[in-house]
């Protein structure tokens, strides 16, 4: 059954293809990043202030993609969706031992998802100081401009449409061959029926 395996991987790859190219929408990501000081500039810091300061961070992460900034991004934008629907669009990440906080956006237009981050980057700035007192935030780098999308992935896709085609090919062919209780061979009446088997006429003989 090695065509029938073949064929499912063929189609359902070509499927994931046409939907990943062609139905799909094409989504753009932007970066930018932040460090947050907790202390005036001309103040010292020592290896505990960097240690608490990493422990903060989730707080951070999780003001940064609170109501008050998404809805501040939404007025200053004009942007017609809700804040939790921005907020899913919005990911915020803090590389080990730093504090360093990347906030990256989402978006169907890679112009857009530069204004968006940058907007949510100093709307964040303000709340952070607002809410947990924070005296600095250092901007790190600016939002960039995607040169191509980053999601669908249809290479990846199409090789696990063919892959999940091919597997499920074999999952059909296993239930049939189990679930298949025809007598194909002389050996099958003497182990199912009992019977012994006096002659056997050739396949294509009569």
Do not use: H
């Amino acid at each position: 059954k090695i065509w029938m395996i073949i064929l499912c991987g063929f189609i359902l790859g070509a499927i994931v293809f046409l939907v990943s190219k062609f139905w799909m929408i094409p989504m753009y990501e932007s970066s930018t990043q932040i460090y947050v000081m907790d202390k005036e500039e001309d103040s010292s810091i020592t290896y505990s202030d960097l240690q608490l300061g990493s422990q903060l961070t989730n707080d951070f992460m999780t003001l940064i993609k609170s109501r008050p900034v998404t809805q501040s991004v939404i007025d200053n934008l004009n942007l017609t969706m809700t804040p939790s629907a921005l907020a899913e669009r919005i990911s915020v990440e803090n590389p080990n031992n730093t504090r360093i906080l990347t906030i990256t956006v989402r978006n169907s237009n890679p112009a857009t998802a530069k204004l968006i981050a940058d907007e949510v980057r100093d709307a964040a700035e303000e709340q952070i100081k607002r809410v947990m007192g924070i005296k600095q935030i250092n901007v790190v780098q600016e939002a960039n401009i995607p040169t191509g999308p980053s999601s669908p992935n249809i290479l990846m896709n199409t090789l696990i449409g063919i892959i999940l085609g091919a597997f499920i090919a074999i999952f059909i062919i296993f239930v049939r061959y189990f679930l298949d209780d025809n007598i194909k061979a002389s050996e099958d009446i003497e182990k199912y029926l009992g019977l012994t088997v006096l002659t056997v006429i050739p396949k294509g003989r009569r």
